[in-house]
């Protein structure tokens, strides 16, 4: 799919079928993950792919938000690895996660694949009920599939403000 209609015509999925992902497409999903920038290319994040349905049902005790998404990539780094920025307030592990988790999410809609980016949860208790070690952080979690009947963008999916409002040039 060419570039600008990826972008212009993905969503987030609120409903899906019980169709899996398929392995390949999984695969190539996965890939424009592991390709995506990291500052200094320490490649901090770690992604952990969620398919079986006890692990899910563990997913679902912390959000509310997965809606039946047979698959779930959880996106989280290395604390303990990332590049602290000039000044030491900021550090580069959240900005790789979600340039990892973008990319993904992108590779997902040229697939054909639906997606839901979900961080309405709190990253601890997900990294504890997943048994994630203690020096990762949890960023997100992606659900992937199918879009079931009926699902489609929110109504407000497509309002987007003018570039004027949100650009400015100095």
């Known amino acids: 799919m060419e570039f600008k209609t990826v972008v ?3 969503f987030s999925c609120k409903k899906y079928s019980s169709r899996q992902v ?39 005790t912390v ?5 039946g998404a047979p698959t779930v990539l959880v996106v989280a780094y ?20 979600t ?7 992108l590779a997902a809609a040229d ?5 839901c980016w979900i961080n309405y949860l709190d990253p601890d208790k997900l990294a504890e009920a997943l048994g994630l070690p203690e020096n990762e952080e949890v960023l997100m979690v992606m659900d992937l599939g199918y879009g079931a009947d009926g699902a489609g963008p929110l109504p ?10 949100t650009v400015s040039y100095l």
């Open 8 to 10: 212009q015509n993905r």
């Open 22 to 60: 398929e392995s390949e497409k999984l695969a190539a999903i996965l890939e424009a993950g592991r390709l995506a920038p990291t500052a200094k290319n320490l490649q901090e994040q770690h992604i952990y792919v969620v398919q079986n349905p006890d692990v899910l049902a563990r997913i679902d």
């Open 63 to 67: 959000t509310p938000c997965r809606y």
């Open 78 to 97: 290395d604390r303990n690895n990332v590049f602290t920025y000039p000044g030491g307030k900021r550090d580069s592990g959240t900005e790789d996660a």
């Open 99 to 105: 340039i990892v988790a973008t990319h993904m999410i």
């Open 111 to 115: 697939e054909g694949v639906d997606s």
């Open 156 to 165: 407000k999916h497509f309002d987007r403000k003018p570039l004027c409002e």
